[in-house]
């Protein structure tokens, strides 16, 4: 008998952030052949026209991958709208440029795929099943996780509806409505933070041949200490511009020549590409986003409810992990739910033992991106452990995986991508002590 699933994937779309890992979610368990109800707060993506310049992207690595293959969705993503990004492509501060790859050694690379459509395929796909129902403009008014009911008002009748689950599972993002409902419950942890960066997206347009300005097949990246952009290609031969500063920058430049100045002396190679007035607009358009890390356990009470996604982990972005991490959520639990069978007390009880520890130390490494991200790629000392992380691959594959390798291309569990960079750090530490020592010797032996 299957049970019915209550699917929460409210779309705030938090500065255009839409989540789609409701989306996947209600996939894995309609393959499992259960009935699922799956909400959203917002209109059906695909009615709304495609909204120019909106068009936000992600950086797709192995894990997002990984759990898209799980549904049959990897190939189409990859190789019929993924745009693959080989390297980092550094833009100085004189407009000169020079490529970092990813992986030298096997070539592996990253995807820019845009938001919308990757929320198209997966609610197409989700028409494939006909255990799956879909809700749009329901927004979750009421919520009472132990006996697992939910009442929403659909935002364009007015009405109010009363729904009972087996299951609810709340996909529904950084600021979560069920999240906060588990708040109420004993021994849940949870803390917040916002950092002192906002973000603002511009637009780099196709050129006028409608091809690209830039090369394609790069992570644009203008790292300028406090401040950074990158831009990742779209489809459509356009870039999605990501502007990274302290708010109190932002609020500094209230002109349009404080604007060009401000562009003239840290980003002037992006101004032709932009175009002034494109610039000027865009930027005075909207106002910088926030961002905001959220971390939380457990993730579940009894057997009623579960949060995934950025509901029980939103991470800054200076990983490119937060989707892949979300869409990891998916492939973990199905894999619970194969294990214990569609129990459910078991299969929730496991995710938040199990997952917590993986999803604070993604947390914690893009913090430490953010935090290092003043000089991540410029500092000598950040080029020179690149260049020894890259040796040790290549003499040692197997055994020395790069933190950033083992985060982003493979499905090794993220708080053991980090025990491996402490004991990385603990080998390169003696090796150095070991040269000194030598030199060291050398030196008072030579002096005799
Ligand atoms: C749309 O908004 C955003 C915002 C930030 C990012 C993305 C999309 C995609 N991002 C990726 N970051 C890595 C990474 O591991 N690191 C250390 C990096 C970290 C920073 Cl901040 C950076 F600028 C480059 C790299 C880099 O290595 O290229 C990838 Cl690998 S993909 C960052």
Redesign the pocket.
């Known amino acids: 008998e299957a049970e019915t699933e209550d699917f929460f994937t409210e779309q705030n779309v938090i500065d255009g952030f839409v989540f789609q890992v409701g989306s996947l979610e209600a996939l894995y368990l309609a393959q499992r052949g259960h009935r699922v109800s799956l909400y959203e707060y917002r209109e059906d993506i695909r009615k709304t026209p495609q909204v120019r310049g909106r068009s936000?992207?992600?950086?797709l690595?192995v894990r997002g991958r990984q759990a898209l293959k799980g549904v049959g969705l990897e190939d189409q993503m990859i190789h019929e709208h993924g745009i693959p990004?080989r390297a980092?492509m550094i833009h100085r501060l004189d407009g000169s440029t020079y490529s970092?790859p990813?992986d030298a050694r096997t070539n592996q690379c990253?995807y820019s795929v845009g938001r919308n459509y990757l929320n198209g395929l997966l609610l197409k796909e989700s028409e494939k099943y006909d255990n799956v129902q879909k809700f749009f403009n329901y927004k979750l008014i009421q919520t009472n996780l132990k006996n697992g009911s939910l009442t929403f008002t659909n935002t364009a009748t007015k009405e109010t509806v009363e729904v009972n689950a087996d299951l609810i599972i709340g996909a529904d993002g950084a600021f979560s409505a069920v999240r906060k409902e588990m708040m109420k419950q004993p021994l849940f942890n949870f803390s917040q933070e916002y950092i002192e960066h906002g973000?603002l997206e511009l637009c780099i347009p196709p050129g006028s041949d409608d091809g690209f300005q830039m090369p394609p097949n790069y992570?644009h990246?203008w790292?300028r200490g406090q401040f950074?952009m990158?831009a990742?290609p779209n489809q459509d031969c356009s870039w999605?511009v990501?502007l990274?500063m302290p708010f109190k920058n932002f609020k500094n430049i209230n002109s349009e020549e404080v604007l060009i100045d401000f562009f003239e002396k840290y980003f002037p190679d992006s101004i032709p590409l932009i175009g002034k007035k494109k610039l000027i607009e865009d930027f005075f358009a909207g106002s910088p986003s926030p961002l905001v890390t959220v971390k939380c356990r457990p993730y579940h009470v009894k057997d009623k409810a579960l949060i995934i996604g950025d509901a029980a982990h939103a991470v800054v972005?200076?990983?490119?992990?937060g989707m892949n991490a979300g869409f990891e959520d998916c492939t973990l639990l199905d894999e619970l739910f194969k294990k214990h069978n569609d129990h459910l007390a078991s299969i929730l009880e496991e995710f938040s033992t199990t997952r917590w520890r993986d999803t604070f130390a993604i947390s914690d490494l893009a913090m430490y991106?953010?935090i290092e991200?003043r000089d991540?790629?410029n500092r000598p000392s950040y080029k020179l452990r690149k260049a020894l992380d890259d040796f040790l691959f290549w003499l040692m594959p197997d055994t020395w995986v790069p933190l950033?390798n083992s985060?982003?291309f493979t499905s090794m569990p993220y708080s053991q991508c980090v025990k491996n960079r402490t004991w990385q750090n603990k080998v390169l530490a003696m090796v150095i002590l070991f040269v000194c020592l030598l030199v060291f010797l050398f030196l008072i032996y030579t002096r005799k």
């Open positions: 936000i992207n992600l950086a690595s990004m980092r970092m990813y990253i973000y992570l990246i790292p950074m990158i990742l999605t990501t990274f972005p200076f990983y490119g992990q991106n953010y991200m991540l790629v950033y985060v982003t």
